[in-house]
């Protein structure tokens, strides 16, 4: 019996990148396929304008849907731990959190835009959007993603990142997939076009169910020496329900799409840190609708504009969310409560593109946003007597906004970015933020960046609402970003390294040992971002990535915020010995996490995951399967767990949040 360990998994790795030149010459001579070659990738998430991303400010991650399948990935938020200084976290309550460069961490915290199909998706309650980080890849066409300020752009939310999800549409294929202990279901997609009317339509639907749960020695009820009120030793709830269906239609210059999202769990390790039963209860539903019609309209060749409209409505339901065991608050029964929001937004947005000159071109845009709460209620036991509102239901917010952005390209090496962004709202103030870039092309394979970017964090509508004690009111978070990027870009391999300094100030927390809502003190991150692809072998490519970030709180003097790491790292081989078949592995590595200050325990311990995954595929109709194993050494992984309601001082679960073991999954179907 072969014991296979993470030692022996890096040693396979280092010695594929030693082999010797000879290989390499060999390399050359051979055609690639285009799973394996080093594509030159176009993005408009940085400046609403088609740009290769090399070219972009600052520096962009594409993720390519089919790839992220032969790699093991399985949803939108594992797949964002491919980026760079991009790190997973959860709530207690199953609710799914992006750290980026160390920033989240915390209940409810929201830092980074979220967007699907170029459509927001971060909630006015706590600007964040879990459904879309549970979207399965096999929905998923691309994911692009930027570090760091977006707000020039992109505004609200845009904090420390932003990201959009895009899903397939121009394909045609039926597909089922499981995995072990987990979600099982299936979906199609389907498309249809008219060349002779310009004419497209397609539906992209998913559904899958499951009833996960990690096991649990010891929860709070423990360490409050109350364990025979425990439903530990036990597991933890994440049951799941997710639906998806996304519509598309374009019609010339006009398009229209459909989105609904219906994502539903259980209440994981309590909102308390209290383990709730075992019962498989989907004790939390978040869900979208939303719709956005458009036009793109030329005028001539050097003016063009692109009209929006969006109307999105959200909900966030969380019924018989398990609060305490019975004996602890009532002596014979346990208790539950339950909380019901809704939010509708309308959205009304140009923007105009011009170009005086080849050389030349100025985007100006204008939106009109507004939000208001529908339904806000929050319902208790009839013994507790407590009658008080959870959220004022006559909320509503205001936002006009505006973007200016100039790009020259000064020759045909030099282009500079400069843009600004100013959005005006009616109950929190008026935001400017900036951004200054130039991109600089030596030659053709070396290209130089350097931007400073200010983005801002308006507070939530929940965050409004609960304050700190002794806070008279929360502030908007604010970051300025300075960084210099280098790429290099040859015939078998290409890398690229980023250095960054960010300052942040008022950022937004969920109070380190007070509860509520606080402004924390200046934070100052300073950190390098490197990445690296190689053509190994005609069938081998290697793909990686290695993030370190040192992190100043002035406020509490420690070097690492709360729930963030200094060191992260990404490495996958892609081996296809004949196709249409793919062998792939994929390491993780996540360093030690800190803890928030309240807590005099040591950091949550570092960890090193790999997955093995096995794919036929082949271009055109046909089956195509993938079969994979999640965590094939068994790692042992734990997030680190997050501050209750009650400030999370006294309730803790001592071994933090445990994350699955080995696993096996599968996915296969056809392709018409």
Request: hydrophobic share 40%; glycine share 8%; proline share 6%.
């Given at each position: 019996?072969?014991?296979i360990?993470?030692?022996?998994?890096?040693s396979?790795?280092?010695a594929?990148?030693l082999l010797?030149?000879?290989?390499?010459?060999?390399?050359d001579q051979?055609?690639?396929?285009?799973?394996?070659?080093l594509?030159e990738?176009?993005?408009?998430?940085?400046?609403?304008?088609?740009m290769?991303?090399?070219y972009?400010?600052?520096?962009?991650?594409?993720?390519?849907?089919e790839?992220?399948?032969?790699?093991?990935?399985?949803?939108?938020?594992?797949?964002?731990?491919?980026?760079?200084?991009?790190?997973?976290?959860m709530e207690?309550?199953?609710?799914r959190?992006i750290?980026s460069r160390?920033i989240?961490?915390?209940?409810a915290?929201?830092?980074?835009k979220i967007l699907?199909?170029?459509?927001?998706?971060?909630s006015?309650?706590?600007?964040?959007a879990?459904?879309?980080?549970?979207i399965p890849i096999?929905?998923v066409?691309?994911?692009?993603a930027i570090?760091?300020p977006?707000?020039?752009?992109?505004?609200e939310?845009a904090f420390?990142?932003?990201?959009d999800?895009?899903?397939r549409?121009a394909?045609r294929?039926?597909?089922?997939?499981?995995m072990?202990?987990?979600?099982?279901g299936?979906?199609?997609?389907w498309?249809?076009?008219?060349p002779k009317?310009d004419?497209s339509?397609?539906?992209?639907?998913?559904g899958?169910?499951g009833q996960a749960g990690?096991?649990?020695?010891?929860d709070?009820?423990?360490?409050?020496?109350?364990?025979?009120?425990?439903?530990?030793?036990?597991?933890?709830n994440?049951?799941?329900?997710?639906?998806?269906l996304?519509?598309?239609?374009t019609?010339?210059?006009?398009?229209?799409?459909?989105?609904?999202?219906?994502?539903?769990?259980g209440?994981?390790?309590g909102?308390?840190?209290f383990l709730?039963?075992?019962d498989?209860?989907?004790?939390?539903?978040?869900g979208?609708?939303?719709?956005?019609?458009?036009?793109?309209l030329?005028?001539?060749e050097?003016?063009?504009?692109?009209?929006?409209?969006?109307?999105?409505r959200h909900?966030?339901?969380?019924?018989?969310?398990?609060?305490?065991?019975?004996?602890y608050?009532?002596?014979?029964?346990?208790?539950?409560?339950?909380q019901?929001y809704?939010?509708?937004r309308?959205?009304?947005?140009?923007?105009?593109?011009?170009?005086?000159h080849p050389?030349?071109?100025v985007?100006?845009g204008?939106?009109?946003?507004h939000?208001?709460v529908?339904?806000?209620?929050?319902d208790w036991?009839?013994?507790?007597?407590?009658?008080f509102?959870?959220l004022d239901?006559?909320?509503?917010?205001?936002i006009?906004s505006?973007?200016v952005?100039d790009?020259?390209?000064?020759?045909?090496?030099?282009t500079?970015?400069?843009?600004?962004?100013i959005d005006?709202?009616?109950?929190?103030g008026?935001?400017?933020?900036?951004?200054?870039?130039?991109?600089w092309?030596?030659n053709?394979?070396h290209?130089?960046?350097a931007?400073?970017a200010?983005a801002?964090?308006?507070?939530?509508?929940?965050?409004?609402s609960?304050?700190g004690?002794?806070?008279d009111?929360?502030?908007?978070g604010?970051i300025?970003t300075?960084?210099?990027?280098?790429?290099?870009?040859?015939p078998?391999?290409?890398g690229?390294?980023?250095?960054?300094q960010s300052?942040?100030?008022?950022?937004?927390?969920f109070?380190?040992?007070?509860q509520g809502?606080i402004?924390s003190?200046d934070?100052?991150?300073?950190?390098v971002?490197?990445?690296?692809?190689?053509?190994l072998?005609?069938q081998?490519?290697?793909?990686?990535?290695?993030s370190?970030?040192?992190?100043v709180?002035?406020?509490l003097?420690?070097?690492?915020?709360?729930?963030?790491?200094?060191?992260?790292?990404?490495?996958?081989?892609?081996?296809?010995p004949?196709p249409?078949?793919?062998?792939?592995?994929?390491l993780?590595h996540v360093?030690?996490?800190?803890?928030r200050?309240?807590?005099?325990?040591?950091?949550?311990?570092a960890?090193?995951?790999?997955?093995l995954?096995?794919?036929?595929?082949?271009p055109?109709?046909?089956v195509f399967?993938h079969?994979g194993?999640?965590?094939?050494t068994?790692a042992?992984?734990?997030?680190?767990?997050?501050?209750?309601g009650?400030?999370g001082v006294d309730?803790v679960?001592?071994?933090?949040?445990p994350?699955?073991?080995r696993?096996?999954?599968l996915?296969?179907g056809?392709?018409?």
């Open positions: 019996m072969v014991t360990t993470t030692s022996t998994v890096c396979t790795v280092l594929l990148c010797p030149p000879i290989a390499v010459a060999q390399a051979a055609p690639l396929q285009d799973l394996l070659r594509l990738q176009e993005t408009e998430l940085a400046t609403r304008s088609g290769n991303a090399d972009v400010p600052g520096m962009a991650t594409i993720l390519s849907g790839e992220l399948l032969l790699r093991g990935v399985r949803t939108v938020g594992e797949a964002l731990a491919l980026v760079p200084g991009i790190s997973e976290g207690m309550s199953g609710e959190q750290l160390g989240g961490f915390g209940y915290s929201g830092n980074i699907l199909d170029g459509v927001s998706m971060n006015t309650l706590y600007a964040m879990n459904p879309v980080l549970n096999e929905q066409e691309r994911i692009e570090r760091g977006g707000a020039s752009v992109h505004g939310y420390a990142g932003v990201v999800v895009i899903t549409t394909q294929r039926l597909h089922v997939q499981a072990d202990g987990a979600d099982r299936g979906g199609a997609l498309s249809w076009r008219d009317r004419l339509v397609s539906f992209n639907v998913l899958l169910d990690v096991a649990v020695a010891e709070a009820l423990y360490e409050l020496n109350l364990p025979e009120y425990s439903n530990a030793p036990g597991k933890s994440e049951a799941h329900r997710y639906r998806g996304f519509a598309d239609v019609w010339g210059n006009l398009f229209a799409a459909v989105k609904l999202l219906d994502d539903d769990y209440d994981a390790f909102i308390n840190h709730p039963p075992a498989h209860r989907l004790a939390s539903q978040q979208y609708e939303s719709l956005q019609l458009g036009a793109d030329p005028f001539g050097r003016l063009r504009t692109r009209l929006r409209l969006e109307a999105l909900h966030r339901n969380r019924d018989d969310l398990y609060v305490s065991p019975a004996g608050f009532l002596e014979h029964q346990p208790v539950f409560m339950s019901h809704r939010e509708t309308y959205l009304a947005g140009a923007d105009l593109h011009w170009r005086p050389r030349h071109e985007l100006l204008l939106e009109a946003r939000v208001e529908d339904e806000a209620t929050w036991p009839a013994a507790f007597d407590i009658d509102p959870w239901e006559t909320l509503n917010r205001r006009l505006l973007v952005q790009q020259v390209r000064v020759d045909e090496r030099l500079l970015t400069a843009a600004a962004r005006d709202y009616s109950d929190v008026t935001y400017l933020s900036p951004r200054l870039a130039a991109v092309r030596a053709d394979a290209i130089l960046k931007q400073y200010r801002f964090r308006p507070p939530t509508f929940y965050e409004l609960y304050p004690d002794g806070v009111e929360v502030r908007a604010e300025a300075y960084e210099v990027g280098y790429i290099v870009k040859q078998r391999w290409r690229q390294v980023i250095l960054f300052d942040l100030s008022s950022q937004i927390v109070g380190y040992d007070q809502y402004n003190a934070v100052r991150l300073r950190g971002e490197v990445e690296y692809t190689q053509r072998l005609p081998l490519k290697l793909d990686a990535n290695l370190y970030v040192e992190s709180d002035f406020g003097g420690k070097r690492a915020l709360p729930g963030g790491t200094d060191r992260l790292g990404n490495l996958a081989l892609l081996w296809q004949t249409p078949w793919t062998a792939a592995l994929q993780r360093g030690a996490r800190a803890r200050p309240s807590d005099p325990r040591a950091p949550v311990a960890y090193t995951t790999a997955d995954t096995l794919s036929y595929a082949k055109g109709p046909g399967a079969l194993v999640k965590n094939l068994d042992e992984i734990r997030f680190p767990e997050q501050p209750t009650s400030g309730w679960y001592q071994d933090d949040y994350r699955p073991g696993r096996w999954w996915s296969l056809y392709a018409f």
